[in-house]
Nanobody, 121 residues
Framework: QVQLAESGGGLVQAGGSLRLSCAASGVIFSINAMGWYRQAPGKQRELVAVIHEGGSTNYADSVKGRFTISRDNAKNTVYLQMNNLKPEDTAVYYC???????????????WGQGTQVTVSS
């Protein structure tokens, strides 16, 4: 029904930057909140940042001042600009979206496949 395609992960040195993108496609009527989560080895998945349809944002304390989430509603795309990366940011990053589908006008939660971010010290 709905697919989330992530891109932009990779290997970067501490202090460097990466920009993640996630494009939603499929039977989309509208998208409410879009967000990024991450999961490091041996740890639970955690919220990194979320942006609501109106543009309001929330961030995990660990990334405030370093990461910026944004969205392009015309493209159904959410971005995560990550600056001053630290080794502890190493994780698989997952995109999430609350999508209202055209078929039922119900809202469902969708996830991307994940993209690896590795920060070397």
């Amino acid at each position: 029904q709905v697919q989330l395609a992530e891109s932009g992960g990779g290997l970067v040195q501490a202090g460097g930057s990466l920009r993640l993108s996630c494009a939603a496609s499929g039977v989309i009527f509208s998208i409410n909140a879009m967000g990024w989560y991450r999961q490091a080895p041996g740890k639970q998945r955690e919220l990194v940042a979320v942006i609501h349809e109106g543009g309001s944002t929330n961030y995990a304390d660990s990334v405030k001042g370093r990461f910026t989430i944004s969205r392009d509603n015309a493209k159904n795309t959410v971005y995560l600009q990550m600056n001053n990366l630290k080794p502890e940011d190493t994780a698989v990053y997952y995109c999430n979206a609350g999508v209202v589908v055209t078929t039922t006008l119900g809202e469902y939660d969708f996830w991307g496949q994940g993209t690896q971010v590795t920060v070397s010290s």
